[in-house]
């Protein structure tokens, strides 16, 4: 294994390339009354109350003068594991708002079926709709001016990674969940979960690869935030990437852009790095340089 930590990409030229076994059993469950229940809550003190959510837009609305609208029913996963939100927090996703204003739904039970999805993602995409973020939440060092996770007790623990049915393996659960918010529509969650991805360390190589190719596949090609995130990482870990059997293997498997896309960003590394060494130093005051 290998550390991961690194600061999320800040910039990476978009135009310079082209578009063990676990349950996967979710840490918290939701209720009708609160939508999220309070074993997670009491776990979390100092988040936003649930009667506040980032919208898609990303600004604040405040749900507490909201008349209080109809239990929706949501059978999440290949386990049908049964969650539960009100109408009016869902609708702030345009994916729900689409299902619920086209009754595209048992309109009678108001029961909503997620199968390919997986419960311990949409209870995050679900914590994050009543709370504007996900356990375990981001905070700003003001000192360092840089985000961090929350410090958490020993037992408040959490796996950075998820066991996902569609690969049969694990997969980091931030990248995951960046691709359920492309689904929903939820750019705030994205940008939330994409701050998250460089924040855990000790991820085996195997798992981020698997990631990105995940990531490449759920992901659409106007959309390179995630894509170059991942890109950026490899380069970075080269040294680690280059000895990976994992790696070698992926790349003679194919079947994604990820590589393509790589090839074309340590290019462009290299000439960044050829450009520097050849423009002349500016000597400081006095001829010193």
């Known amino acids: 294994m290998f550390s991961t930590r690194y600061e999320p990409v800040q910039h990476v030229r978009s135009k310079s390339f082209s578009k063990g076994h676990r349950s996967g059993k979710s840490t918290s469950s939701f209720s009708k009354e609160a939508g999220i229940s309070k074993r997670r809550s009491e776990s979390q003190s100092g988040r936003r109350r649930a009667g506040t959510v980032s919208n898609v837009n990303g600004s604040q609305a405040n749900f507490d003068n909201s008349p209080i609208s109809a239990i929706v029913t949501l059978v999440v996963g290949q386990e049908q594991r049964i969650f539960a939100a009100h109408e009016h927090v869902l609708s702030t996703s345009p994916f729900f708002l689409n299902i619920l204003q086209n009754q595209m739904f048992d309109s009678q039970t108001k029961k909503i079926s997620l199968p390919d999805e997986e419960p311990e993602i949409f209870s995050s ?75 855990q360390s000790g991820i085996q190589a195997s798992i981020i690869l698997s990631s990105a190719r995940y990531a490449y596949a759920h992901t659409p090609d106007t959309d390179s935030k995630l894509r170059a995130h991942y890109l950026a990482l490899i380069i970075r870990c080269r040294s680690t990437f280059k000895k990976s059997g994992t790696m070698q293997l992926e790349m003679l498997n194919g079947g994604t852009q990820l590589f393509f896309d790589l090839f074309v960003a340590m290019c462009n590394h290299v000439d960044d790095l050829s450009s520097a060494a050849s423009t002349p130093r500016t000597p400081r005051s006095g001829g010193r340089f």
């Open 125 to 199: 995409v679900l914590e994050y709709l009543y709370k504007g973020d996900y356990f375990p939440r981001l905070v700003h060092n003001k000192k360092r001016n840089s985000w961090e996770m929350e410090q958490l007790t020993e037992e408040a623990r959490h796996d950075a990674t998820i066991y996902h049915h569609t690969v049969d393996g694990e997969l980091l659960k931030d990248t995951v969940i960046y691709c359920a918010a492309e689904k929903y529509g939820l750019d705030e969650l994205k940008r939330v979960s994409l701050r998250k991805q460089g924040l």
